[in-house]
C-alpha cells in the first residue's frame, strides 16, 4: 500500500468511475452514490452495459495480441479499473506466466482490491497515481521495480483517456509516456467517440460531469491523434466489437449503439 494511504481514504459521499464501471459490469464493489449516477447514465444510455462488456472484451483481445502475437512480455496499465474477471495480468498470464504487469489507478478502491488480488504475484504491481501525472507512475519505484525501460513494454489507456479534459493537455500527457518507451512498445488504448449517437453519448457526459470526473468525448480524428507517429496495427482505430473480434462482427444496428473506438499502435523501429 502506498505510504500515507488508508482504506478510509475511499470517499463514499460522490460517485467515481472506477465503482459506475464495476456497476455496469454487474460486480459489487460499488455504493449506493454510484448506482444512483450509474442508473442515471444507464436512463440516457441504456446501452451502457454493453458498451462496458464490449470495451471489457476487447482490452482482453488487446492483451490476447500483445503478448501472444507482437511477443510483449511487459505491460503498464493506467487506468486499471477495480479487479473484475479476466484482468490483464490473468488473460497474459495464460498464454505467457511471468509477463510483468504494472496497473495504475487514482482511486483508493481499486488500490485496495488489486493489493488484495496481487499480494501473492511477483509480477504484477499496483500503484496509486493519477495519468495527469505521467512522471510519477514511470519513476515510481514499483514501475522501476518491475519494468525494462530497454526493451518493449505495452502501455494500456483502456477507457480513461474521457476521464481527461481538453484543458489538462492529454495529447502532453501520452506523448510524455510514449516517449519514455522503446521502439517496438505498444499503445493500446479506448476512448468514448461522440462522432455517432451524439445526443446520448452527450447526456450519458454530462451526468459523469455533474457527479464525478469531467467527462469528455472525442471524434476518430482526435483518438487517433493519440497515438502520434506510431504505426497503427490493423484493423486501425475502429468500434471496439470490431477489433480483432473472435467471431462474427455484430450488425449495423447493434455496432450504431458503441460510441466507443479502440485500437493499437506500435512505436516504430
Ligand atoms: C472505465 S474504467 C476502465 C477500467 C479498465 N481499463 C477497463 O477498460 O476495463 C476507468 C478507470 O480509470 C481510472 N481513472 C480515471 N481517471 C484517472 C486518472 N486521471 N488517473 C488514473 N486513473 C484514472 C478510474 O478510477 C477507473 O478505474
Given at each position: 500500500?502506498?505510504?500515507?494511504?488508508?482504506?478510509?481514504?475511499?470517499?463514499?459521499?460522490?460517485?467515481?468511475?472506477?465503482?459506475?464501471?464495476?456497476?455496469?459490469?454487474?460486480?459489487?464493489?460499488?455504493?449506493?452514490?454510484?448506482?444512483?449516477?450509474?442508473?442515471?447514465?444507464?436512463?440516457?444510455?441504456?446501452?451502457?452495459?454493453?458498451?462496458?462488456?464490449a470495451n471489457r472484451?476487447f482490452?482482453?483481445?488487446?492483451?490476447?495480441?500483445?503478448?501472444?502475437?507482437?511477443?510483449?512480455?511487459?505491460?503498464?496499465?493506467?487506468?486499471?479499473?477495480?479487479?473484475?474477471?479476466?484482468?490483464?495480468?490473468?488473460?497474459?498470464?495464460?498464454?505467457?506466466?511471468?509477463?510483468?504487469?504494472?496497473?495504475?489507478?487514482?482511486?483508493?478502491?481499486?488500490?485496495?482490491?488489486?493489493?488484495?488480488?496481487?499480494?501473492?504475484?511477483?509480477?504484477?504491481?499496483?500503484?496509486?497515481?493519477?495519468?495527469?501525472?505521467?512522471?510519477?507512475?514511470?519513476?515510481?519505484?514499483?514501475?522501476?521495480?518491475?519494468?525494462?525501460?530497454?526493451?518493449?513494454?505495452?502501455?494500456?489507456?483502456?477507457a480513461?483517456?474521457?476521464?481527461?479534459?481538453?484543458?489538462?493537455?492529454?495529447?502532453?500527457?501520452?506523448?510524455?509516456?510514449?516517449?519514455?518507451?522503446?521502439?517496438?512498445?505498444?499503445?493500446?488504448?479506448s476512448?468514448?467517440?461522440?462522432?455517432?449517437?451524439?445526443?446520448?453519448?452527450?447526456?450519458?457526459?454530462?451526468?459523469?460531469?455533474?457527479?464525478?470526473?469531467?467527462?469528455?468525448?472525442?471524434?476518430?480524428?482526435?483518438?487517433?491523434?493519440?497515438?502520434?507517429?506510431?504505426?497503427?496495427?490493423?484493423?486501425?482505430?475502429?468500434?471496439?466489437?470490431?477489433?480483432?473480434?473472435?467471431?462474427?462482427?455484430?450488425?449495423?444496428?447493434?455496432?450504431?449503439?458503441?460510441?466507443?473506438?479502440?485500437?493499437?499502435?506500435?512505436?516504430?523501429?
Amino acid at each position: 500500500m502506498e505510504p500515507g494511504f488508508s482504506p478510509s481514504d475511499i470517499d463514499t459521499s460522490r460517485p467515481h468511475p472506477a465503482r459506475m464501471y464495476d456497476f455496469y459490469l454487474g460486480g459489487k464493489d460499488n455504493y449506493p452514490v454510484d448506482r444512483e449516477a450509474a442508473r442515471q447514465v444507464l436512463r440516457a444510455a441504456p446501452e451502457g452495459r454493453d458498451i462496458a462488456r464490449a470495451n471489457r472484451a476487447f482490452l482482453q483481445r488487446l492483451v490476447r495480441f500483445l503478448v501472444g502475437k507482437a511477443g510483449i512480455r511487459q505491460i503498464i496499465d493506467i487506468g486499471t479499473g477495480i479487479p473484475g474477471a479476466g484482468n490483464v495480468h490473468e488473460v497474459a498470464a495464460e498464454i505467457a506466466p511471468g509477463t510483468r504487469v504494472v496497473y495504475a489507478d487514482n482511486d483508493p478502491i481499486v488500490h485496495v482490491h488489486a493489493n488484495a488480488l496481487l499480494t501473492s504475484s511477483g509480477s504484477t504491481r499496483i500503484v496509486l497515481a493519477d495519468l495527469r501525472e505521467p512522471g510519477k507512475i514511470l519513476t515510481h519505484p514499483k514501475t522501476r521495480d518491475l519494468i525494462d525501460f530497454s526493451q518493449p513494454v505495452a502501455l494500456l489507456l483502456v477507457a480513461i483517456l474521457h476521464f481527461i479534459a481538453d484543458d489538462e493537455d492529454p495529447a502532453g500527457l501520452v506523448a510524455a509516456l510514449r516517449d519514455a518507451l522503446p521502439p517496438g512498445s505498444y499503445l493500446g488504448l479506448s476512448h468514448a467517440t461522440n462522432d455517432f449517437h451524439t445526443e446520448t453519448a452527450a447526456v450519458a457526459a454530462a451526468v459523469y460531469n455533474k457527479a464525478t470526473s469531467s467527462a469528455t468525448l472525442r471524434s476518430h480524428a482526435q483518438i487517433a491523434a493519440f497515438f502520434g507517429d506510431w504505426d497503427v496495427v490493423d484493423p486501425g482505430l475502429v468500434q471496439v466489437p470490431l477489433w480483432r473480434p473472435d467471431g462474427p462482427p455484430p450488425g449495423p444496428r447493434e455496432l450504431r449503439r458503441m460510441w466507443i473506438y479502440g485500437g493499437v499502435a506500435r512505436h516504430p523501429g
